[in-house]
Every structure is written in structure tokens, then in C-alpha cells.
């Protein structure tokens, strides 16, 4: 059935795929904001580890989903994953370090005897919620900006810049992107700890950061925005797959997908704003549940105007034609087909970790919960 | 293709791929096996009712997160180091490499981590019912991730269900059920993951003698001691199995792993194993000498292991190498002249193709066509680079069968002595018990050096050597991320320990 389908919508399906795991990352970084939140919230080490303790019940899933994102890319799109890892070497190297130090440091944080000691492994989170997401931002930002990288004939990358990947660090475009990440995060933590906690000094603190980190986060978004809708973009004409600079390239875009492209970024920063109003200026608990799927949304949305509507996704400024789109970077018709079977299992996963997710979390966390007599259970 | 290679980058690119597996491959057989266990022991204590059965759990349950921990923070640079420091592997392959590490981020590392947070926080949260599924869950999906990775792995070592499209000049998949259910992956599967529930049982056992030399957790110890003894015998059984397939696999798919592993440079009928042994460190391909110092030798047992048959000729390095027309082999060095024919039409393809001239096109890809089997023999620049580190493979093998051998007969002591309660008199047995924790740990590892040393210089057997699936960094930068991940790993490894060796001090929390 799936085998019938013809291999560019295939790879079109794929493109929505990974850009739907990749906007669930971006929604579970939530954890990443959490972390930094850490250090400027309280200084209070009773509802410290009451933070981390919430953190530490989803800090695997967004890790899963970071690798499940790596995955899926390598899967469907592995001239991407092949030119991109092994070219920007150091801004990945760099990411993944951030990643290891997360998955360390909630299991050893607090355990006697650690070399390290909690405050080392709560820098080490820090690093991870802001380093590590600028990077990443920057690292999308390409997506939009472009690459130093030339393909042979045999497609085999050379990267043309001799950070490996750092430079994209240096664009004001991507630096903004990854800042409105890391703010964007804060925001989300705030939503999340307010959701998940019970604790009276912290509510109020996190109620009030998450507007605060909202409005940091702004200016970034903004100019994000504004040089998305205004700057010149990698196009491919469909019958050659030459790539050529297009003006208003993603503007066009958004507007060629009213729904999936405009409309989704849209109604995303409504939601996104949405729930930080209702976080900051009501009682409610539920605004990380309407700024969650906002940002799932306009992630989709970005995501699509980098991949779909004949443009190329991984553009190369250094040569044009190197540039890789969703068509000439994919896997085969019959590894595609494969892979959208094994993709049916998504929908069933999606269900069990919302089933868990719901039934650990039906009673908020309090501090009696981390306390010394529930004996080792908790970070 | 390549225009030029740095061997020394691709050294270095190695041993860092090395020193991350190595390093990753400490904490997942624990985790594997581990993951089990606890499940074993919570169903005890679900069906029982008995309190000491939870406590059992909680304890070993702590020690599993704290190893877990780590496991996952080393798997996720494993998965991501294919992408950094073997790109043109990552295209040349990932049409088919890269779905079953999607397939793995799928089916197995959702049911880890959501379940894991069940498991390890929802004692009070969710129904005992409930929570004893969730461990179960745990287990099951980390069994399944090895099951998908090592997929992986089989097929890079017998590389089967594909075919190379000179247009985008890369490998592409053609039957996914032939790479899933090919024999090197069954047999690599079920050997790792029975080799890993032998190393968390050791574990287990290690830590519970521990507990009884100390005169400390007497009925914990016991208790776990009897439950691991029973799953370590049960896959040293499968162990055992899996190792026989796993040695008639590599004999038909990869001879010269095992060659270099026995140590064969002349081939011959009814071939002896080497039982135990010491390598003439002189001996060079091409050599006639005696290739061993000193051999135990068991007479036609590598026949009847390689090929089921006690007269069957087992090649050796030597007649690989240089090729054996009596026995039909066809060396190395004649392969390597038809790999570059191979990789000469199709770069002639490619031309043709770019200026349009069709019929120089179609003659090169026809002849590109004869000569693709021999495609990864064309990049080697001479015969012996095709030989992988003898003595490496040789003494791991060794090693690895050997202690094989020992543990089961460790759990049968374990269990006699425990079942008949003398096992608290038993020092010797208690004192082994602990240094065959340390044991389990260097048998697992030597595996693996027989498993990847053994297949080099390949990434892809026979299709693409390492030196061609590297990327294009310099040696410095991988220098530099060798010692980054080098010191980072160790600091992170003594932290580990450091926490694991307090957590055992701690002990149980019996009331």
C-alpha cells in the first residue's frame, strides 16, 4: 500500500516526520529551560531539588526524542545527516557534550560520595539548557542561512570553512535563533514547574518567569521573523534541481502554505502567548498544555518553509548546486516505504507515553515527595 | 572516489570510535541483563506479597539508574559519531544503515525512557500491577534497542539485502526482512545480549558475595545470589549455542576473522582449533613457519566447527591473501585488481553520464556490473592491509572462551552451595564470586575487540574499508575530540564508580 505511493511524496511524508519529531523536541526543551530556571529562581536547595526532581521525571524523553530526531533524519534524509555531522564537526561535537553532561547529571546530582558534588552537575545542566540549545538554534538557522559545504560526484562532503560548523554561531540570524530558543525554553520550563509543582515560594517566581522570559525572548523572535519574511532564499526549480537565490523566498513560502505555513505560525505564537498569560495572570496551571502544541506549531511551520515548496532544506552558500533538498538528500523509494511502516508505530508510542506521562503526573510533586523518608526514589 | 586518505586521521577516528563503544559497552551488557533481573525479582515480589522481595528490587533497581545514567550518556555520542567521523560511510549507507537505528528511537528507546520514570519513581504513583509492567517494559526495551543496533552491526559485517546505485553512488536497501532476519544478525543478537545477562548476573553475584564476606545483608545476598545463579546458567546456555552459530557464520561470511583468530596462515583438511596458545610475533602473511610458539591443539574441531564437516579445508590467511586455485579462493590481491577496474567504470559511468554520452555509459556500468563484488578491494593499496590484527583477535578470542567456559560452572557452585545454605563458609567461592564481577566485565569487552578488530580493515565486510568511510577532518580535530571524550569519560566513569561503590556500601534498606 505504502510502496505504491510515488518517491517524492514519500519524501515529502518524511520531511513532515522528522519536522514533527524535531517540533516535539523543540516542546520537550521545556527541560533545557527548567535546568537554567534552576539557577535563578531559588536558592532555596529544598525546592532546588524539587525542580530537579520534576525535571528529572521527562529529562529522558526529550533526550529520546533528540536521538529518535538524529535517527529519523539518518534514516530518511542521510545526506543530510552525512554531510551535516560530519561537516559542522564542532557544533555537533559541541551539542552532544551538552547532552552528556545532562544525562549524568540528575542521577548523580545528589548521590553521596560523587566526586563532583551537586553544584557542578547543576552548571552542567545549565550548560546543557543554554549552550547546548543556542547551539542547536544555530545549528537550524542554517537551515535558512546556509552551509560552507561542497559535495563531489560521488556525494561525499568537504567542508569549506575551517570552524566545522562554529561559523554558523556568528550570523545574527542563527545567534537570534538560538537565544530565542534558550528564552523560549525558560518559558516553557516556567509553564511546566508551575503545572507539575506544589510549592508556594516557587509558584510565584515561575508564574512571574515565564512572562519575564517571554519578553526576552521577543526581540530574538522578531528578528528572527522579520529577516525570515524579508531575506532571500534557496530555491530549486523542479525540472532541472538547479538552485538559484529567490527573493522573499520564505516569505513566499508561508504564503504559498496559508494553513501549514502561515497559519501554523500564527496561531502557534497566539497559543505560545496564550499560555503565558494564563500562567502569569490567572491562577490556571494549564498554560504549558496551550503553549506546548504553539510551539509544536510554529516549529512545524518553520520547518516546512525550510523543506517544502521547492526549496532547498540544507542550503550550501559556499556552491549553490551542493545545496541539499528533501528530494535529492533522501533514502530510496523501498527504505522510505519501509521506514513509513515501521512510522505506524508512532501514533501507538505517542499513546503509551501519554498514558504514562498522565498517570505519573495525577498528583502534582510536593515537597513530602523528595523528602528523607521516601528513602532513595528521587534526584 | 577518494582522492587521498590520511591513514594516521584514520586511526585516529578509530580509536576514538573504539574508545566510545569500549567505554558505552561497560554499562549497557549491565543494563541488559540488569534490566531482567529486576524484573525477575519483581514479579517474586508481586506474586509473593513479601516485603524483602521489594527491598531486593529497590536496592538492585538503584544501582541499575545510577549504570543507566551513563550507558545513556555515552550511546547518545555512539549514535551521532557515525554522522561526525564516518560521513561517507553515513551516505555510502545509510540507506540502509540508518533504518534501524530510526527502528531503535522508535521501538526501544521510548518504552526505556518513558517506563524507566514509571519504574523508578512511580513505586507510589501507580498500582503495583501497573509498576511491575513498566519494569518489564524496561527490560524488554533495552533488549529490543540491542536487538535493532545489533541488526545494524550484522549487516556491516555480513552485508546482505542491497544493492549499489551507481547514479547516486551509494548502497540501497532491497529487502529489509533479509537484513533483519540474516543469520549474522540472530546469531550476533542472541550471543551479545545472553553474553550481557551473563555480566549482570556476575554482578549480581559480585556484589551479593561482597555482602557475605562482610557478614552484612546475609538474606539479600542469598536470595539474589540463587536468582542470578539460575538466569547466569540459563544464558550461559544460550551463550554457548549462539557462540557455535556465531563461529560457523563468521567461517562462511568472514574467513579471514576467522583465520586471524586462529592464528592460520596455511590452510589445511581436517583442521586442529588451538586450544590455548602463544603466536610467533614474527609471523608475517606469506610466511611459511610455524605460526604458533607453543599450541594445545584439538584435531579437527575448527573443521567441524567452521564448516560441519571434520575434513573440510579451512582457509587461512595466507591462501586469502594470495588466493588458493585448488580450493577455489580467489586472493585478495586478484580482487583488488578487479575492485579497480570496478571503481575505474564507474567513474567512467559518472562522466559519461554528466556529458550525456549514453552508450560509453552503458558499456562502463556493464562492466562496472562484473566487477562490484570486488568494489571495496579496489581502495586497498596492498594485499596484506586486507589482514587484520592477528594477535589482538587471537588472545581476545581466547580470553573470551575461556572465561565463557568458566562462568557457568561458577553458577552451578553458587547455586549448590547456596541451595544446601554452606554457601556463608564457602570464602573461596565468595572471593570468586567478587573478582568474576571484574571477570564478566573483560570477557564482554573481549568480544567485542573479536568481533571489530576482527573484521578490519572493513566497515562494510568486503565493501567499504574504514579509510574510505572516515570523514574529511584532519587528524588534529580528531585528536583533539579523542582526548576531549577521553577525559570526559573517565571523569564521568570515576563519579560512577565512586557513587556505585557508596551506594553498595549503603546496602539494601531492610527495615
Not at chain 1, 502569569?280 to 512545524?300: D, E, H, Y
Request: hydrophobic share 50%; net charge neutral; proline share 3%.
Amino acid at each position: 500500500m505504502i510502496g505504491q505511493l510515488d518517491h517524492s511524496v514519500l519524501q515529502v511524508l518524511w520531511w513532515l516526520i522528522c519536522s514533527l519529531v524535531g517540533a516535539l523536541f523543540i516542546f520537550m526543551t521545556f527541560v533545557q529551560g527548567g535546568q537554567t530556571l534552576l539557577l535563578t529562581t531559588t536558592k532555596d536547595e529544598k525546592a532546588k531539588s524539587l525542580m530537579v526532581n520534576s525535571l528529572g521525571r521527562k529529562w529522558e524523553l526529550g533526550f529520546t526524542t533528540l536521538v529518535l530526531f538524529g535517527g529519523a533524519l539518518f534514516a530518511a534524509f542521510p545526506l543530510f545527516y552525512a554531510s551535516s555531522f560530519g561537516g559542522a564537526y564542532w557544533v555537533w561535537i559541541l551539542i552532544l557534550l551538552t547532552f552528556v553532561l545532562q544525562a549524568v547529571s540528575y542521577e548523580f546530582r545528589k548521590k553521596p560520595n560523587n566526586p563532583l558534588g551537586p553544584r557542578t552537575h547543576e552548571v552542567f545542566l545549565f550548560i546543557n539548557g543554554s549552550v547546548g540549545l543556542l547551539l542547536i538554534g544555530a545549528a537550524i538557522g542554517t537551515f535558512f542561512t546556509g552551509s560552507n559545504f561542497q559535495l563531489n560526484d560521488y556525494n561525499l562532503v568537504s567542508w569549506q570553512h575551517p570552524l566545522r560548523g562554529l561559523e554558523a554561531a556568528f550570523s545574527l540570524f542563527n545567534l537570534s535563533l538560538g537565544l530565542f530558543l534558550v528564552f523560549h525554553a525558560r518559558t516553557l520550563g516556567s509553564m511546566y514547574l508551575v503545572n507539575n509543582l506544589i510549592h508556594e515560594d516557587l509558584e510565584g517566581s515561575l508564574r512571574r518567569a515565564a512572562v519575564v522570559n517571554l519578553i526576552c525572548s521577543l526581540p530574538f523572535l522578531l528578528y528572527v521573523l522579520g529577516s525570515l519574511l524579508t531575506m532571500d532564499g534557496f530555491a530549486v526549480d523542479p525540472a532541472t534541481g538547479q538552485v538559484a537565490m529567490e527573493s522573499y523566498k520564505y516569505l513566499h513560502n508561508l504564503l504559498a502554505m496559508p494553513l501549514q505555513g502561515l497559519g501554523f505560525l500564527l496561531v502557534g505564537l497566539v497559543l505560545v502567548v496564550l499560555g503565558v498569560i494564563l500562567t502569569t495572570f490567572t491562577t490556571k496551571r494549564s498554560g504549558i498544555w496551550v503553549a506546548g502544541p504553539g510551539t509544536v506549531l510554529v516549529v512545524l511551520a518553520l520547518l516546512f518553509t525550510a523543506g517544502y515548496n521547492n526549496t532547498a532544506f540544507y542550503p550550501s552558500k559556499f556552491d549553490l548546486q551542493s545545496s541539499l533538498t528533501i528530494h535529492n538528500a533522501s533514502s530510496s523509494h523501498f527504505t522510505l516505504t519501509a521506514m513509513s511502516y515501521i512510522a505506524l508505530a508512532v501514533p501507538f508510542v505517542l499513546a503509551y507515553v501519554a498514558y504514562v506521562w498522565r498517570a505519573m503526573d495525577m498528583g502534582k510533586l510536593s515537597s513530602s515527595d523528595i523528602s528523607a523518608d521516601k528513602g532513595h526514589d528521587f534526584y | 572516489m577518494i582522492e587521498s586518505f590520511d591513514l594516521t586521521q584514520v586511526n585516529w577516528a578509530r580509536a576514538q570510535f573504539a574508545l566510545t563503544a569500549m567505554y558505552h559497552w561497560i554499562f549497557v551488557p549491565l543494563t541488559l541483563g540488569l534490566a531482567f533481573l529486576l524484573a525477575f525479582f519483581e514479579t517474586i515480589y508481586v506474586r509473593t506479597g513479601l516485603e524483602h522481595w521489594k527491598t531486593i528490587t529497590k536496592f538492585w533497581m538503584r544501582l541499575f539508574a545510577v549504570n543507566f545514567a551513563i550507558g545513556v550518556a555515552t550511546g547518545i555520542i555512539l549514535e551521532f559519531e557515525f554522522g561526525t567521523n564516518w560521513s561517507n560511510y553515513s551516505w555510502m549507507v545509510g540507506d540502509i544503515f540508518g533504518a534501524p537505528l530510526a527502528a531503535e528511537g522508535i521501538f526501544a528507546f521510548f518504552l526505556e525512557a518513558t517506563f524507566f520514570a514509571v519504574m523508578f519513581f512511580g513505586w507510589d504513583r501507580v498500582s503495583k500491577r501497573f509498576h511491575l509492567i513498566s519494569t518489564w517494559m524496561v527490560a524488554i526495551g533495552s533488549n529490543l534497542s540491542a536487538l535493532w543496533i545489533l541488526v545494524a552491526n550484522g549487516w556491516m559485517q555480513n552485508p546482505v539485502g542491497m544493492a549499489f546505485n551507481p547514479d547516486t553512488a551509494r548502497f540501497e536497501m532491497e529487502n529489509f526482512w533479509e537484513i533483519l532476519f540474516s543469520p549474522v544478525a540472530i546469531s550476533k543478537f542472541t550471543h551479545t545480549t545472553s553474553s550481557s545477562f551473563q555480566v549482570a548476573a556476575l554482578f549480581v553475584i559480585g556484589i551479593s558475595c561482597w555482602f557475605l564476606l562482610k557478614k552484612r545483608h546475609l538474606a539479600v545476598a542469598k536470595r539474589s545470589i540463587v536468582v542470578a545463579s539460575v538466569f547466569g546458567l540459563l544464558a550461559s546456555g544460550v551463550v554457548a549455542f549462539t557462540g557455535d552459530e556465531g563461529a560457523y557464520t563468521v567461517a562462511q561470511k568472514q574467513p579471514m576473522k576467522l583465520a586471524a583468530i586462529e592464528g592460520i596462515y596455511a590452510g589445511e583438511e581436517g583442521c586442529a582449533l588451538c586450544a590455548m596458545g602463544v603466536l610467533n610475533p614474527n609471523m608475517q602473511p606469506g610466511d611459511d613457519d610455524d605460526p604458533y610458539i607453543f599450541a594445545v591443539k584439538l584435531p579437527y574441531v575448527l573443521s567441524i566447527l567452521a564448516n560441519r564437516d571434520p575434513n573440510s579445508f579451512v582457509p587461512g590467511i595466507n591462501d586469502l591473501v594470495y588466493g588458493n586455485p585448488g580450493q577455489g579462493i580467489v586472493g585478495v590481491t586478484d580482487r583488488m585488481d578487479s575492485g579497480k577496474i570496478a571503481l575505474d567504470e564507474l567513474a567512467r559511468y559518472k562522466i559519461a553520464r554528466k556529458v550525456g554520452d549514453d552508450q560509453t555509459a552503458e558499456a562502463a556500468l556493464a562492466l562496472f556490473r562484473q566487477h562490484e563484488d570486488d568494489l571495496g578491494y579496489g581502495f586497498l593499496q596492498k594485499p596484506e592491509e586486507a589482514v587484520p590484527p592477528v594477535a589482538l583477535s587471537f588472545y581476545s578470542f581466547r580470553v573470551m572462551v575461556a572465561l565463557g567456559t568458566f562462568f557457568p560452572i561458577l553458577f552451578i557452585a553458587l547455586l549448590f552451595f547456596t541451595m544446601r545454605n554452606k554457601i556463608e563458609s564457602q570464602v573461596w567461592l565468595q572471593r570468586l564470586g567478587v573478582l568474576s564481577l571484574f571477570l564478566g566485565y573483560i570477557a564482554t569487552q573481549a568480544g567485542w575487540v573479536v568481533a571489530e578488530v576482527g573484521r578490519q580493515p572493513w566497515a562494510i565486510q568486503g565493501l567499504l574499508p574504514v579509510s574510505v568511510a572516515r570523514s574529511n577532518l584532519t587528524t588534529a580535530t580528531v585528536q583533539t575530540t579523542f582526548f576531549i571524550f577521553l577525559v570526559l569519560f573517565t571523569v564521568l566513569l570515576i563519579a560512577e564508580l565512586r557513587i556505585m561503590l557508596k551506594q553498595i556500601s549503603i546496602g539494601p534498606e531492610e527495615n
